[in-house]
């Protein structure tokens, strides 16, 4: 029987992370495997206790120069940050954004909730398990905008090579004859053995940041469940993997933001993000022109799943639910650092300076391992890759008046934060 070998790439970190992710672990070599297929085991227990809790429709209102200056005075006196600074309050889904000229003045809103903080790489709510916001991923954005160097996009690639493509290639014409009297697995083993690291290519980030890492984390997962190692919790999405009944060229598979026009007042000081915030793309390897129109049946069909179920999927998948909340983060730092610093007055040297406010390190991978999957379904070798495509600043020149946004501005009042 012949069989078809898909191959993802796994993450190879060169070092540890400050902080422990839930879902992966860092093995004695430096290569970032996982510790489970599963959803992130708090979930069942954070559902389950969220029925007695109290729901609250509030929004939380959050002015980021009173948070910021609030945090200066802490670490000036060389105080850590509390969690409620830490994890900006709690915030689950950043929404508006408001800004205020006259009183140099720009706040964010969100719906919020108490969080649990038992895993400080990622902070759940306690009421729909969703992951909050982070103070230093919002630095880590407004750094990569208020500087000269303005990035056409935030995120990762994983890069194929001729030589790594070579190397595989020869390792199946070794072990291919032979692959269903030693074993379809030990042959895919050594395979993935042969493909040896891949480079891991950041866009617009500093590697060493928990931001990064959340996203070859997310793209991680996104190859998983692909090759469907990673078994889909939404029973509408299924892998790629099985959705293929012929032989067909290979694909690239990437996270990528995904907003409705960003609606704005009259006055352009008030913002209203809407839309999924992140999408899974597609399109030919190797050929970064290519489209969605040149993908075959059946990756058309395991993106638009995807896409059509994101919801659902973002509730087992915290890890692209975390990744969604930094594309958000993302469009406000491209907003507040192209134009709305200037209009208010709010001075960001504090916040952009590495010397006055040092976030918390992380190491990203640098290079990426080959993983092999099969499925029997024709002789034919396809290597997945793809990544993480975030892009702020081209989704905060889309823009739609909105008259009804201002209706939801309001200020803190004297402090850095607010329910209203």
Sequence with gaps: MHRLLLLAALLLP???????PQGVHVDAEGVLRSKTVDSDPRLADLWKAAKSLKKDDKLLYISLPRLFAEAKKLIDAKKPLPDEIRYLGGMTKLQYLFAYPDDHDIVIAGTAEPFDASVPYRPLGKLTGRPVLHFDDLVVALRAFATDKKPDRLGCDIELT????????KKINEV???????????????????????PVKFYGLDPETRFAFVCVEADYRLKQLALGIYKSPVSKVVSYKSLIDK????HRFSLESNY??????PSGNAFHLKGASLKVNGGLLGKPESKEADMSPAARQFARQCNENFDALLRHMVCWADLANLGDLSVVAALVAGELAKK???ELGWIVDPKQYAIARMIAPKSAATLCSFTSSGKLLIFMSGGVWIKPAEWAE??????QVEGKAARPGDGWNVRR
């Design 344 to 346: 208010t007055g709010w």
């Design 14 to 20: 060169q070092g540890a992370a400050a902080y422990d």
């Design 398 to 403: 889309k823009r739609a008046k909105d008259e």
């Design 247 to 250: 032989p067909e060229e290979a």
């Design 260 to 265: 409705d026009a960003l609606a704005v007042s």
């Design 176 to 198: 291919g004859p032979t692959a269903q009297y030693t074993g379809i697995q030990k042959a895919a083993d050594k395979i993935a053995e042969a493909g040896g690291p891949q």
């Design 162 to 169: 001729k030589e790594i493509a070579d190397r595989v290639s």
